[in-house]
């Protein structure tokens, strides 16, 4: 009962903390905060690797990182997004080249493919997918670095955490409570089919509930019916796979959290996780599904 306590106190602060920070914080400082998330989250992940016996070029892969998430951000608030994603295909080359040439020197590396992999890994794996955060918030809208994310972004935003993490929290709750066949144990002993489709309806019902509240109109982009119930079971079971995956890297590494930096919920990956795989999918699926109005 503790241990749910903390978690239930952490989730509302953080969703507190972060729904301050959508709707009042200028874009400058939302840049900040997602440079020092993904700075703090990529060296969990590389902690997780080291405890295989792995050794990974840490430093260079989150100066690679936070690199990949600040030309992003200068790309969509001073020049309006073009050419954003050749920036950013510049800097992932300059990133797997600098982890190449890292590895020359090394001698004594018995691993030095396992070395480089995984350091280029946990590029893509974190900063990469989360940079989709980037142009979900500001692909829409006019945007000045110094003020706030535009209202497309905004709810749109707003909508993916809500529907994801909803997900999360109701598959916690139900497979806590009625939890009694085993989704994946090799994987993640604990979760259970009943909290599979716990979380599913919980994100249904939160897409829809937000869908209706915004009677489909995300601020330039229109949302309908059919995109509100599809976005309501894809993106829980996008964040689960999410959820699993790092449950598979944290076995490998042999432990139960990624770190302890929020009470009730361990480290700051291990709240990221499901949504790293949901915001790519979402980001394109807005792109190519939702018209602009």
Known sequence: MQSLNKRIYSGMLLAGVLGLAIVKAPISLICAMLLLIVAIAMLE????????GVSVYKYLGITGGVTLIGISFCAYTFNGGAHAAEYELAVLFVCIMAVFIRQFP??????????????ILGILY??????????????WDQNDFFRGVGVSGRLLCFYLIAVVKSSDIGAFLVGSRFGRHKLFPRLSPGK???GFFGGLLFGLIVSLLLFLACHGHFGHKLMTLADALLLGVLLPLLGMAGDLVESLLKRAGGAKDTGNIIPGMGGLLDVLDSLLTAI??????????????
Request: net charge positive; proline share 8%; glycine share 4%.
């Open 45 to 52: 992940f590389y902690a997780i690797i080291r405890q295989t």
């Open 192 to 194: 259970t089919w009943e």
């Open 106 to 119: 090394q001698r004594l590396n018995g691993q030095p493919i396992t070395t480089m992999a995984c350091t």
């Open 126 to 139: 974190i900063p990469f997918l989360f940079n989709f955060f980037t142009k979900l918030g500001l692909s």
């Open 280 to 293: 790519p999918f979402f980001y394109f699926y807005v792109l190519w599904f939702m018209p602009t109005i």
